[in-house]
């Protein structure tokens, strides 16, 4: 994962990109792919068959030794205890005031040794806030040996179970085995951030090539299809999955955003707690919504949100539903604004278009439980 001094930095599966054709763009100081084949086409294939994201550009920050469990559960607002070993947590690191550093997931492989996985564009701040609070407990940023592969959609599981020939359908969803692929340690997790069925799978650099490759001649039977953030973004969107710098920041708190079930407040004195406990008590001011356009339009970040006349929020992510055939959007409305409310207006280019408050998420995959 190199690049010139202030240069976007690359994958290491930058070359294959490159060969197929890939669309690129900068996204959190890296060279991604934006799309292949075009967005609709590749976000279709995941919802339908299955498709390859590499996503190495997510960072990983390796915590272990004596206390290690101790720091996670002090740092994040998931209860750690939980886990056990091979055991995968969605959680939040919040600072004092409550505001979101990051969410990330959180890796159990030992009782003494944990692993982050953490936002492209937060590593770095994770990193540090995370080592200044780690005392004797070793923080170690392991993000530029570690790349990352997404496979998703119906068919990942046969795909992925022919690659590495393992049959991967007893492993539950936020569980992760580690694993050999062709001489080539990798660990496989049932997680991933399309609401679809899918892995992640943690491979040495070096290797993320020969991996992909591997992956691509296995999935040629089930319909893969490589796939760039473009189609990433639509899916995560439907499956109203937040988006750190959209939904999440230091300004926003896990409660407004909806995520009240990864807070567990008798977990322990976690960073954070304070705050967000009072907020449980007051009530929240403004909350995450979802919305369904009814009148012609595309909602984008940042466009206002009118309810009543007045202006009551923004919208923090947008666009059109490819399974859905209609705009949709999440943002942020004044509580005190939305009342009984089921319609409210967005300001679109086009002026004021209608839009109706729909329960979220927007789209779910048949058979799948709320709870991870």
């Given at each position: 994962?190199?690049?010139?001094?202030?240069?976007?930095?690359?994958?290491?599966?930058?070359?294959?990109?490159?060969?197929?054709?890939?669309?690129?763009?900068?996204?959190?100081?890296?060279?991604?792919?934006?799309?292949?084949?075009?967005?609709?086409?590749?976000?279709?294939?995941?919802?339908?068959?299955?498709?390859?994201?590499?996503?190495?550009?997510?960072?990983?920050?390796?915590?272990?030794?004596?206390?290690?469990?101790?720091?996670?559960?002090?740092?994040?607002?998931?209860?750690?205890?939980?886990?056990?070993?091979?055991?995968?947590?969605?959680?939040?690191?919040?600072?004092?005031?409550?505001?979101?550093?990051?969410?990330?997931?959180?890796?159990?492989?030992?009782?003494?040794?944990?692993?982050?996985?953490?936002?492209?564009?937060?590593?770095?701040?994770?990193?540090?806030?995370?080592?200044?609070?780690?005392?004797?407990?070793?923080?170690?940023?392991?993000?530029a040996e570690t790349a990352?592969?997404?496979?998703?959609?119906?068919?990942?599981?046969?795909?992925?179970?022919?690659?590495?020939?393992?049959?991967?359908?007893?492993?539950?969803?936020?569980?992760?085995?580690?694993?050999?692929?062709?001489?080539?340690?990798?660990?496989?997790?049932?997680?991933?951030?399309?609401?679809?069925?899918?892995?992640?799978?943690?491979?040495?650099?070096?290797?993320a090539p020969a991996l992909?490759?591997?992956?691509?001649?296995?999935?040629?039977?089930?319909?893969?299809?490589?796939?760039?953030?473009?189609?990433?973004?639509?899916?995560?969107?439907?499956?109203?999955?937040?988006?750190?710098?959209?939904?999440?920041?230091?300004?926003?708190?896990?409660?407004?955003?909806?995520?009240?079930?990864?807070?567990?407040?008798?977990?322990?004195?976690?960073?954070?707690?304070?705050?967000?406990?009072?907020?449980?008590?007051?009530?929240?001011?403004?909350?995450?919504?979802?919305?369904?356009?009814?009148?012609?339009?595309?909602?984008?970040?940042?466009?206002?949100?009118?309810?009543?006349?007045?202006?009551?929020?923004?919208?923090?992510?947008?666009?059109?539903?490819?399974?859905?055939?209609?705009?949709?959007?999440?943002?942020?409305?004044?509580?005190?604004?939305?009342?009984?409310?089921?319609?409210?207006?967005?300001?679109?280019?086009?002026?004021?278009?209608?839009?109706?408050?729909?329960?979220?998420?927007f789209y779910r995959r048949?058979?799948?439980?709320?709870?991870?």
């Amino acid at each position: 994962m190199t690049a010139e001094a202030g240069e976007p930095k690359r994958t290491p599966l930058f070359g294959r990109h490159v060969s197929l054709g890939a669309k690129m763009t900068e996204f959190g100081g890296w060279q991604m792919p934006l799309s292949y084949r075009g967005i609709l086409e590749e976000h279709r294939s995941v919802r339908t068959k299955a498709g390859l994201f590499d996503v190495s550009h997510m960072g990983e920050i390796a915590v272990r030794g004596p206390g290690a469990g101790e720091l996670c559960q002090r740092l994040t607002t998931n209860d750690v205890a939980r886990l056990s070993d091979g055991g995968v947590q969605y959680t939040i690191l919040c600072d004092e005031n409550g505001g979101v550093i990051d969410d990330v997931t959180l890796y159990r492989r030992f009782e003494e040794e944990y692993f982050f996985c953490v936002n492209a564009a937060n590593a770095a701040k994770d990193f540090a806030w995370i080592a200044s609070h780690a005392g004797a407990v070793v923080v170690e940023d392991v993000s530029a040996e570690t790349a990352l592969l997404s496979l998703q959609g119906p068919a990942a599981e046969a795909v992925l179970s022919r690659a590495a020939l393992l049959d991967l359908a007893a492993l539950p969803r936020f569980r992760f085995l580690c694993a050999d692929i062709e001489g080539y340690s990798v660990t496989i997790s049932r997680t991933g951030y399309t609401g679809e069925d899918g892995f992640e799978i943690f491979v040495e650099s070096s290797r993320a090539p020969a991996l992909w490759d591997r992956l691509m001649e296995e999935g040629q039977a089930f319909g893969l299809v490589p796939v760039g953030l473009g189609a990433r973004d639509t899916l995560r969107l439907e499956a109203a999955l937040p988006l750190y710098g959209h939904e999440l920041s230091s300004s926003t708190t896990p409660l407004e955003a909806g995520l009240d079930r990864f807070v567990r407040f008798d977990a322990g004195d976690f960073i954070g707690r304070a705050r967000l406990l009072e907020q449980k008590r007051t009530g929240c001011r403004r909350r995450l919504v979802g919305l369904v356009l009814v009148e012609r339009g595309v909602a984008r970040h940042g466009y206002a949100v009118v309810v009543r006349g007045a202006v009551a929020g923004e919208v923090t992510s947008g666009g059109w539903s490819p399974t859905l055939g209609r705009s949709i959007a999440l943002a942020y409305l004044d509580t005190a604004a939305l009342g009984e409310e089921e319609e409210v207006e967005v300001l679109v280019p086009q002026g004021w278009a209608k839009a109706k408050l729909v329960s979220l998420p927007f789209y779910r995959r048949e058979g799948r439980s709320r709870k991870p």
